[in-house]
């Protein structure tokens, strides 16, 4: 997001309202990028800036979506204080998003 809205959590309007943004940066990625969405909300609005239907890519820590240009997405919970002091997150969750992109695009 490159909106930051109140109380730092978006309402579906000002996701819409930002997506440009994303669209622009999305567009400019190589083939074959790898990009990691942080949370349910990151990963909504790049599947809408890519014009793909969320409801057809479910969003699950440690998923991973097809993307065009042989590109992919990673699916990781938001590292938040909530999620990481709850041990939704944990440190070693988070990492093997990172080891599993990095080996994605070949190190």
């Known amino acids: ?6 109380g730092n959590h978006p309402n579906p309007d000002e996701v819409r309202r930002c997506n440009r ?29 890519l014009g793909m239907r969320p409801s057809a890519h ?3 820590h440690g998923a991973e979506h097809a993307l065009p240009r042989r590109g992919r997405l990673l699916d990781s919970y938001h590292c938040s204080r909530l999620n990481t002091n709850t041990g939704r997150l944990t440190p070693a ?3 093997r998003i990172f080891i599993r992109a990095r080996h994605l695009i070949g190190d």
């Open 1 to 6: 997001m490159k909106c930051l809205p109140p």
């Open 21 to 49: 943004y994303l669209v622009r940066e999305l567009t400019e990625l190589p083939p074959g990028a790898v990009v990691v969405a942080l949370g349910s909300i990151a990963h909504g609005a790049i599947l809408r800036a």
């Open 58 to 60: 479910r969003f699950t």
């Open 93 to 95: 969750m988070f990492n």
